[in-house]
């Protein structure tokens, strides 16, 4: 093989190992289609995801309030640098972080948030339907989708509008092996992805979708976004109906 047939093929081996170009393997969405996306900010940077639940209620991940971060809570965006007229900013009213969240290995991976007032509904701001204890979570091969402003690969790179992937949930024996996140994989998780496909940084709490209702919250992966041994994880939104309700009334 000559040199040049040996470089071509070095590069088309590492090609197929890098990530998608979008959210990791996906594309950008239809501006304000997805109206219930929350963009979680500080001083006007783009941290964590989340999602409209009510006219006042987001839902997130724990996670992304363990620093006592006091974001500014953004609906109806599509680009992050844009001054759209549909965007509404909201300052945080109070954080509910699920009591029994677990920083190690990230079981209990759900917030809500209360908006310092409610939001005006228009097309493109507007909540989302989330599953309810007794619905049908997803089973696995399942085509599942979400969204965020989250990196574009693993070098951090972050788009500034929108984007979207549709994964397939992952056998939950494989997500449980030791090889990939062994006896921190618990029963409020499942994992999800596809070659190349996958949540990344900064997606983080915004929400995974089954037939058009939120099913889980984008929670936690592997240190490689992309990777097939620890696709992204999602906390099971049906797991904690009774917290939400008990929280919703405060």
């Known amino acids: 093989m000559g040199s040049l047939q040996v470089i071509f093929a070095s590069a088309l081996f590492y090609a197929l190992l890098l990530p998608g170009e979008c959210i990791t393997g996906g594309t950008e969405s239809t501006p304000h289609s997805r109206p219930y996306m929350v963009s979680l900010q500080l001083e006007g940077k783009h941290h964590c995801g989340g999602f409209l639940i009510s006219s006042q209620w987001v839902m997130s991940a724990a996670h992304c309030f363990q620093d006592g971060n006091n974001y500014k809570v953004v609906l109806g965006a599509h680009s992050l640098s844009q001054a759209e007229d549909t965007k509404q900013t909201f300052d945080m009213a109070t954080v509910y972080n699920h009591p029994d969240f677990n920083v190690e290995n990230y079981n209990n991976d759900i917030a809500l948030v209360k908006l310092n007032q409610p939001v005006t509904e228009t097309d493109a701001v507007k909540p989302l339907e989330f599953q309810r204890a007794g619905g ?115």
């Open 136 to 250: 049908s979570d997803p089973d696995t091969e399942a085509l599942v989708e979400t969204a965020g402003w989250g990196s574009l690969d693993n070098l951090g790179n972050r788009p500034d509008t929108l984007h979207e992937v549709t994964v397939a949930v992952i056998k939950r024996l494989i997500c449980g092996r030791s090889n990939s996140y062994g006896e921190s994989f618990t029963t409020n998780m499942l994992c999800a992805g596809k070659i190349r496909k996958d949540t990344c940084d900064g997606d983080s709490g915004g929400p995974l979708l089954y037939k058009g209702i939120a099913v889980g919250i984008t929670s936690n992966g592997g240190r490689k976004c992309g990777s097939s041994k620890k696709p992204g994880l999602y906390t099971i939104i049906s797991h904690y109906d009774d917290w939400i309700t008990r929280t919703l009334t405060q």
